[in-house]
Every structure is written in C-alpha cells, then in structure tokens.
Nanobody, 118 residues
Framework: VQLQASGGGLVQPGGSLTLSCAAS????????MGWYRQAPGKQRERVAD???????RYSDSVRGRFTIARDDNKNTVYLHMNSLKPDDTAVYYC?????????????WGQGTQVTVSS
C-alpha cells in the first residue's frame, strides 16, 4: 500500500490550500484516513482524521478552519485548509489504516511541505 500526498506549497497568512492523498496498491478496505503535521523542532501531531462510520475529528488548533474529506471511490483523503496562519507551517503527512490480506496496518505518505508566510 502506498500513499501519495500532494498540494503543499507557500501561501500567505489568511490564505487557503488543499492537500490530497491517494492510496494505491492491494488492500481490502480503508478504515481511516487522516492528516498529521510536524513543525521544525516539534513532535508530529494529529491534525484531522476521518474514521469510517465516525464523524471527523480535528485538533483544537485547526477546528473551524480545516475540513477533512474522504472520497472512498478514489481512496483519497483531502484536507481543505482555510484562514491559514504562520503556526500552520509544517510538513503534513497523510495516514491510513488499511485492511489487507495480512491484517490491519498503518501507512504513511511521504509528507508535503506547507509554508504560511508573507
């Protein structure tokens, strides 16, 4: 299973950006997809996740500004980011919990840089 993330870049404060992450490979089903981020010198933190059958969850720092969406027909998760702040600057990683013939596993994308700066 591979996760390919895209959509990062440089944006001014107050701007918007959308990240996408597509899962590919051989698997039975995806139980959850989400986004994490890691800023320089800080630990990786959960931003948002979308678990099948459960309402999306957001960290306090992004709630009301970011929206996570899954397209299960495309095995893709999106992160729509609005009202971006310099504190949102980080490498963003997508994550997926996937059922394969071998059981359930956790997978990570390669990361995409988001920089919020004027």
């Amino acid at each position: 299973v591979q996760l390919q993330a895209s959509g990062g870049g440089l944006v001014q404060p107050g701007g918007s950006l959308t990240l996408s992450c597509a899962a590919s490979g051989t698997f039975r089903t995806i139980s959850a997809m989400g986004w994490y981020r890691q800023a320089p010198g800080k630990q990786r933190e959960r931003v948002a996740d979308a678990i099948t059958g459960i309402a999306a969850r957001y960290s306090d720092s992004v709630r009301g500004r970011f929206t996570i969406a899954r397209d299960d027909n495309k095995n893709t998760v999106y992160l729509h980011m609005n009202s971006l702040k310099p504190d949102d600057t980080a490498v963003y990683y997508c994550n997926a919990v996937v059922w394969t013939s071998g059981g359930m596993d956790n997978y990570w994308g390669q990361g995409t840089q988001v920089t919020v700066s004027s």
